[in-house]
């Protein structure tokens, strides 16, 4: 059974900072693109971040470029989003994504 479990989300004062991770178990998506997502209250879920399968190509949406970074660790099946100077409209769950397979979601809540 394939599953990704993040973890790592929370609640924090603006400006501050948190690291989720995604760890895959099941398969391996060494070859893969993972992404990161996330869903506003009231809103469409939202891309966040991609990043390549070896960590060579990274994308970010608009809003979070220069705050988030992406990364990831194959040997680990795990992948990551740092994310820095956290802002109130950052407060969504965030799930993570691989080829066709999601996970659960973390709930940031970020405290104005």
């Known amino acids: 059974q394939v599953q990704l479990v993040e973890s790592g989300g929370g609640l924090v004062q603006a400006g501050g900072s948190l690291r989720l991770s995604c760890t895959a178990s099941g398969r391996t998506f060494n070859t893969h693109t993972m992404a990161w997502f996330r869903q506003l209250p009231g809103k469409e879920r939202e891309f966040v971040a991609d990043?390549?399968?070896?960590?060579?190509?990274?994308n970010y949406a608009e809003s979070v470029k220069g705050r988030f970074t992406i990364s990831r660790d194959n040997a680990k099946n795990t992948m990551y989003l740092q994310m820095k100077n956290l802002k109130p409209e950052d407060t969504a769950v965030y799930y993570c994504?691989?080829?066709?397979?999601w996970g659960q979601g973390t709930q940031v809540t970020v405290s104005s």
């Open positions: 994504n691989a080829v066709v397979f």
């Open positions: 990043i390549s399968w070896n960590g060579g190509t990274t």
